[in-house]
């Protein structure tokens, strides 16, 4: 068995212990960058999500954060059951048409959601005819050169041309540029940056930056807030139609509680729901949030490690400055915490249940933890259970899988976001 942390390159190491997360993702005000090498992989450097230094993290994280809090979110809920909603009955229109890819179709709906919250006016992909465009395939082109822009980040400029082709730009990406230039006009430089662009880019960033920050920001949100919350419902909706007394427990439980998916209630008390709970948890477990190992860097502490290994004590004195990361597409497939990772199991979250362990709770990495953790995650969650209820009672119901397996789904390789094998046609259904 290897060793619990292992060296990954000269700057990295690589931890598969999940009792020394809490100390790698840390809160309470000790200090965590993210390393270097790691946010090159990514074009969003002016926005929270890529910026290296702690202190200047918080500063930009801040006042988006204020947005992404429950009572916030609660504010936005109506906008979301109207998606969810148009979202069902564009499912039922599905009826006779050739098969889809339920991923590509959920990803409309989180995209429109993001999109309105973001820019008061959403991309309108759940209003046209199909599927497409949608933001799925500018989402993967923009992570595929993820890699080489890490080892060669200068190829980071050549996204600069976006500004040049936007006119040619798949008709989602093209309008989001004057979007964000209508919405915040360039400030007047006699302002220091702005005090939007200061609220954003952090205090003293320079003007010429103002309209690159927002633009970061908004395509680090509207990426984020896109394709993790599909691919998590994708994933479930698969289980569920694979497994047909798991969808028709979730229906029972729905209907006991006499949900009415054209009125739906506050997202808070769908949450109460035993069943919906952990199904949702199994598929954010299943799903993963962001496959890749995002590693942090300690500036101001040592970092003391206390395990174990081949069964004798392990302790190890990580030097301040070096990066430290976990993968939750590892840690999910820990047998000690999850055994039988692979099966989608919601009662492994109910305590005392087949396959339940007391360390599952702590072993959750999908929304990642700490100071850095998912900024979107009440949005995630409320997306999840409005559109799950409504999906269970109104549409499943009518859905079947088509020449589609779990190979489909299952983690084939890392592109930040996990990816299933190259040749999948994706999760694809048909309405009946
Ligand atoms: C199932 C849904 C989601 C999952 C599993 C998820 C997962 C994650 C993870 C693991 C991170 C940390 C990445 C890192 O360490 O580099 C993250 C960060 C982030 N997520 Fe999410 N996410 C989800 C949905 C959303 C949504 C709906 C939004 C919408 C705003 C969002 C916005 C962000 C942002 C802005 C960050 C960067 C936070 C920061 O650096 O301070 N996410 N997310």
């Given amino acids: 068995m290897a060793s619990p942390i292992v060296r990954i390159s000269p700057n990295e190491l690589h931890c598969n212990d999940i009792n020394f997360g809490d100390e790698i993702y840390a809160v309470g005000g000790r200090k965590r960058d993210k390393p270097l090498h790691q946010v090159n992989g990514s074009i969003l450097n002016l926005a929270e999500f890529g910026t290296v230094d702690h202190d200047l993290h918080r500063l930009r994280r801040a006042p988006v954060g204020r947005f992404f809090s429950r009572s916030m979110i609660s504010r936005l809920e109506p906008d979301i059951k109207t998606l969810v909603r148009k979202l ?11 098969a889809f890819d339920i991923a590509v179709a959920y990803s409309c709906f989180t995209a429109d959601a993001i999109s309105g919250y973001a820019f008061g006016q959403n991309f309108g992909l759940l209003d046209q005819k199909g599927w497409e465009p949608n933001f799925h395939e500018p989402t993967l082109s923009s992570l595929r050169p993820g890699l080489l822009f890490r080892f060669f980040p200068f190829l980071k400029n050549l996204a600069e041309l976006a500004t040049v082709f936007v006119d040619y730009l798949p008709r989602v990406h093209g ?11 360039a400030p007047d430089p006699a302002d220091q940056g702005g005090p939007r662009c200061r609220a954003i880019g952090g205090q003293g960033a320079p003007n010429h930056l103002c309209g690159a920050v927002l633009a970061a920001e908004a395509l680090g949100i509207v990426g984020a807030g896109t394709e993790t919350t599909s691919w998590t419902l994708a994933v479930i909706t698969y289980h569920l139609l694979d497994e047909p007394q798991l969808l028709d427990r979730l229906t029972r439980e729905l209907q006991d509680a006499q949900i009415d998916p054209m009125d739906l209630p506050h997202w808070t008390e769908l949450e109460k729901l035993p069943f919906l709970k952990i199904v949702i948890q199994e598929g954010l477990r299943l799903s993963y949030g962001v496959s890749a190992r995002t590693a942090r860097v300690a500036t101001q502490e040592d970092l003391l490690y206390h395990g174990e290994w081949n069964k004798k004590s392990l302790d190890l004195v990580i030097p301040r400055g070096y990066a430290v990361g976990m993968s939750s597409a590892i840690v999910h ?4 915490i999850f055994p039988d990772s692979y099966r989608f199991a919601p009662d492994r979250w109910c305590e005392g249940c087949e396959l339940w362990t007391p360390d599952a709770e702590r072993g959750m990495f999908s929304f990642s933890k700490g100071s850095r953790s998912c900024l979107g995650m009440n949005l995630s969650l409320c997306e999840m259970n409005l559109a799950l209820a409504a999906l269970v009672l109104r549409v499943l119901p009518h859905m079947r899988i088509y020449e589609t397996d779990e190979s489909d789904l299952r983690y084939d390789h890392d592109m930040f976001i996990p990816m299933p094998k190259s040749d999948t046609k994706g999760v694809r259904v048909t309405m009946e």
Avoid at 175 to 185: C, E, G, M, T, V
Avoid at 333 to 336: C, G, K, P, Q, W
């Fill in 333 to 336: 497939h820990d047998e000690h």
């Fill in 88 to 98: 069902c009955d564009k499912l039922l229109a599905q009826k006779g048409v050739p």
């Fill in 175 to 185: 309008p989001l540029h004057p979007r964000i230039a209508n919405q915040h006009p």
